[in-house]
């Protein structure tokens, strides 16, 4: 059964981590793991300065660069019931240079959602609009999953 548009939104929203996939010129579908926060129609995914990488230039961001098409995948699994299940997939365009005014409000949320971004430790936050939202849940009932 599809959520409603507001459910979608607020799985979406309260979701703490999902996989982002961009599109790489080479090999296609390019996925990774990420944690991210909504505001305002848009995402935004950190480029953080805690865990290590050789660059801060990662792969993804290179991809949204040659083609700013992207989608987030957000799911929740619960092995014992699987009236519980559900999953939000919002399709994103990055918004690159236009992202000014909205960083901050999202680097706002990040700090607040995850203890490990205290001080906004970013060297830079990845701002994508949301063109399209779509779902899926098991439940029957608006009730069962508690979202």
Known sequence: ???????????????????LATVHPARGVDAVPV???????HVGIPIDLIKPKSSTRLQRERNLAADPRATLLVEHWDADDWTRLWWVRAELRWVGEDAAGREDALAELLEQRYAQYAGRPFARILVLRVVRL?????AVSPDVDGA
């Open 1 to 19: 059964m599809a959520p409603p548009d507001e459910r979608a939104w607020r799985r979406l929203a309260d979701g703490d981590h999902a996989v």
């Open 35 to 41: 944690v991210y926060a909504v505001h305002d129609g």
């Open 134 to 138: 779509t779902g899926w849940s098991a």
